[in-house]
């Protein structure tokens, strides 16, 4: 399938920028392995790469290779993750690494159905995968791509309709070179992430502005199209922040299913908290400390925790499929929490004069997380 003369002039101009401008130092570009490509591709779903950057160091040293990825209880991979959000992605991580050694030799298949099979990875991935690992000739539509196609086309409607989703990627598809796929993926990423991006774009420095409906029709301020807003409901629960006479902490492994899925937390309970000590953990609260309710958006609905500390002496009971532990606050680094909780006992530690800083935003992460 050959490119159309207008594609290859698009891909041409917008590789002779990436060459001088675009980002050629990414920690998983050097090396560049398929492995260490799939790791920053499902770490960059929905997440921006200056919070990756450590994130992914971390990680790959701790498992670098598929190998060693597959091999870890997922706990110690979701507390690598811990603190990056949309956990599903973790777990699918280790899960498609265990499918990896299973069925692929503990490499990264370079099939783009073998890849589309495993979890976590959907067509945008498999393609920006094949591409950044082989050169392969796939095209990509994330959202910094999503973006530069819709202006590029001045789509006025929200670009995640399924009409609008078949136009992207059909332009996407015809948009693609016949070499340097890999640079080309990450110089249009780049371009979506830079002189494209979602306030105050930078037409006029753009270099494939000539073929933008767009920036053509002035519209390139009003696209993308926000999603049609739904009010988000608000929910509460307690956090019982539950210490014993040692001086540990009570955590519970969630379910798979719902928020958190899979990771360790205090205990979230609705409602009455002291029958849920009493009759769900078997603990008689001998005092209850209220600490400031914390506030955390997730997709469909904004959840106000109301922490509680609690003194107790009580053993818990461990009812049928519930997994208990008690945990020191040297001990958290090797459980993986969900941010706003691992914060809140992080919290209790202060007064003490001590720090746990394993996966505690540092001010490194703070300040790469100001670089786009």
Same mark, same amino acid.
């Given at each position: 399938?050959?490119?159309?003369?207008?594609?290859?002039? &698009?891909?041409?101009?917008?590789?002779?920028?990436?060459d001088? =401008?675009?980002?050629?130092? $990414?920690?998983?570009?050097?090396?560049?392995?398929?492995?260490?490509?799939?790791?920053?591709?499902? %770490?960059?779903?929905?997440?921006?790469?200056?919070?990756?950057i450590?994130?992914?160091?971390?990680?790959?040293?701790? &498992?670098p290779?598929?190998?060693?990825?597959?091999?870890?209880?997922?706990?110690?991979?979701?507390?690598?993750?811990?603190?990056?959000?949309?956990?599903?992605r973790?777990?699918?991580?280790?899960?498609?690494?265990t499918?990896?050694v299973?069925?692929?030799?503990?490499?990264?298949?370079?099939?783009?159905?073998?890849? $589309?099979?495993?979890?976590?990875?959907?067509?945008?991935?498999?393609?920006? #995968?094949?591409?950044?690992?082989?050169?392969?000739? &796939?095209? @990509?539509?994330?959202?910094?791509?999503?973006?530069?196609?819709?202006?590029?086309?001045?789509?006025?409607?929200?670009?995640?309709?399924? /009409?609008?989703?078949?136009r992207?990627?059909?332009?996407?598809?015809?948009?693609? +070179?016949?070499?340097?796929?890999?640079?080309?993926?990450?110089a249009? %990423?780049?371009?979506?992430?830079?002189?494209?991006?979602? /306030?105050?774009?930078?037409?006029?420095?753009?270099?494939?502005?000539?073929?933008?409906a767009?920036?053509?029709?002035?519209?390139? !301020?009003?696209?993308?199209?926000?999603?049609?807003?739904?009010a988000?409901?608000?929910?509460?629960? =307690?956090?019982?922040?539950?210490?014993?006479?040692?001086?540990?902490?009570l955590?519970?492994?969630?379910?798979d299913?719902?928020?958190?899925?899979?990771?360790?937390?205090? +205990?979230?309970?609705?409602?009455?908290w002291?029958?849920?000590?009493?009759?769900?953990?078997? #603990?008689?609260?001998?005092?209850?400390k209220?600490? +400031?309710?914390?506030?955390?958006? &997730?997709?469909?609905?904004?959840?106000?925790?109301?922490? $509680?500390?609690?003194? !107790?002496?009580s053993?818990?009971i461990?009812?049928?499929?519930?997994? $208990?532990?008690?945990?020191?606050?040297?001990?958290?680094?090797?459980?993986?929490?969900?941010?706003? @909780?691992?914060?809140?006992?992080?919290?209790?530690? !202060?007064?003490?004069?001590?720090? #746990?800083?394993?996966?505690?935003p540092?001010?490194?992460?703070?300040?790469?997380r100001?670089?786009?």
């Amino acid at each position: 399938m050959g490119a159309a003369p207008a594609a290859s002039g &698009f891909a041409r101009r917008l590789l002779r920028w990436h060459d001088r =401008h675009g980002r050629h130092d $990414l920690p998983w570009q050097r090396p560049r392995t398929p492995y260490r490509v799939w790791l920053s591709e499902v %770490m960059l779903q929905q997440t921006q790469v200056a919070t990756v950057i450590p994130y992914f160091e971390r990680f790959v040293r701790r &498992f670098p290779s598929v190998h060693a990825l597959a091999r870890a209880p997922v706990d110690a991979v979701l507390a690598q993750w811990s603190g990056l959000g949309y956990y599903a992605r973790g777990r699918n991580l280790h899960r498609a690494a265990t499918l990896m050694v299973q069925r692929h030799g503990a490499a990264v298949p370079r099939d783009f159905d073998a890849l $589309l099979a495993l979890p976590g990875i959907g067509r945008s991935t498999a393609g920006a #995968i094949l591409a950044q690992a082989w050169g392969e000739r &796939f095209p @990509i539509l994330d959202g910094n791509v999503r973006r530069v196609l819709a202006r590029r086309l001045a789509l006025r409607e929200w670009p995640g309709t399924p /009409r609008a989703q078949e136009r992207l990627w059909r332009e996407a598809t015809r948009l693609l +070179p016949r070499t340097r796929l890999a640079d080309y993926t990450q110089a249009l %990423m780049d371009l979506g992430a830079s002189l494209c991006g979602p /306030r105050a774009p930078r037409c006029d420095g753009c270099p494939v502005n000539t073929g933008c409906a767009g920036w053509v029709q002035g519209l390139v !301020t009003r696209i993308p199209a926000r999603k049609p807003k739904r009010a988000r409901p608000r929910r509460q629960a =307690h956090v019982l922040l539950l210490r014993n006479a040692e001086g540990a902490w009570l955590l519970e492994r969630r379910a798979d299913d719902g928020i958190w899925g899979g990771l360790w937390s205090a +205990p979230v309970v609705d409602g009455d908290w002291r029958g849920a000590c009493r009759e769900r953990y078997g #603990i008689e609260p001998e005092g209850a400390k209220r600490l +400031p309710a914390v506030r955390h958006a &997730f997709t469909h609905y904004q959840l106000e925790l109301k922490p $509680l500390r609690i003194d !107790t002496r009580s053993p818990p009971i461990t009812g049928a499929g519930r997994m $208990l532990s008690w945990v020191t606050l040297e001990q958290l680094p090797n459980y993986g929490l969900p941010a706003p @909780i691992r914060r809140l006992l992080e919290a209790q530690a !202060t007064g003490a004069g001590r720090r #746990i800083r394993a996966h505690a935003p540092t001010a490194a992460l703070r300040q790469a997380r100001n670089r786009v």
